[in-house]
């Protein structure tokens, strides 16, 4: 039997790259064949969190397929059908602009536009400073798109940083899977409970 694949996409919200890698591993555990994608930035760029040799190290131990990185690699998701769900996490305020306004220049989001020439469920994992700034109109926008299902987020640090929006993580799988049903994970507002914190 086919495994159900997963695009998964990380872009440069680096301090959150832990807890991605760490939902990556779960999704494997559930049987799912993850395709991993990294945006320019997210696999180029060392931080103060990781890497970015270390990053596509872990990816690889973890999936088994080496993350695609160029834009001829994920230009082919679409018109080869090579994804069931796509998933952007974590998605920063930038690729959240980019994607709204129909710029694909990197990796991450041209296989999301190719993925949803299919009508098949992009899922978005937001991290974002901005989130209730500038990207807030974009968040906007994005919940009336069609096959765009959002991982359920809150604000992570409501006194240091009001306008900061990040995704919950572990809820990762479970929004895949109703994505997969055509279903936005409900309640998609929570509260901060034991959210890390985001820095970037």
Not at 40 to 45: E, Q, R, S, V
Not at 85 to 103: E, R
Request: glycine share 8%; proline share 6%; with cysteine.
């Amino acid at each position: 039997m086919k495994k159900t694949v997963i695009g998964f996409a990380l872009t440069g919200s680096y301090c959150t790259f832990e807890r991605a890698l760490k939902q990556m591993e779960e999704l494997v555990k559930r049987g799912y064949d993850v395709l991993p994608v990294v945006s320019d930035h997210a696999g180029d760029l060392d931080t103060r969190f990781m890497t970015a040799e270390y990053l596509k190290e872990r990816i690889f131990a973890i999936t088994g397929h080496q993350p695609l990185h160029t834009l001829q690699q994920v230009e082919p998701i679409g018109p080869k059908r090579l994804t069931d769900v796509y998933l952007l996490a974590p998605a920063t305020g930038n690729s959240l602009a980019k994607l709204v306004n129909g710029i694909f220049d990197t990796p991450a989001l041209l296989g999301a536009k190719s993925h949803l020439r299919n009508e098949a469920p992009l899922v978005i994992a937001v991290s974002t400073n901005d989130g209730l700034g500038a990207a807030a109109q974009n968040i906007g926008k994005l919940l009336t798109w069609r096959n765009v299902y959002f991982v359920p987020f809150s604000q992570d640090d409501p006194v240091k940083k009001p306008r900061s929006l990040v995704a919950d993580f572990a809820q990762i799988p479970k929004t895949i899977s109703a994505a997969l049903t055509g279903v936005q994970l409900q309640p998609m507002l929570t509260s901060n409970g034991d959210h890390a914190k985001t820095t970037e």
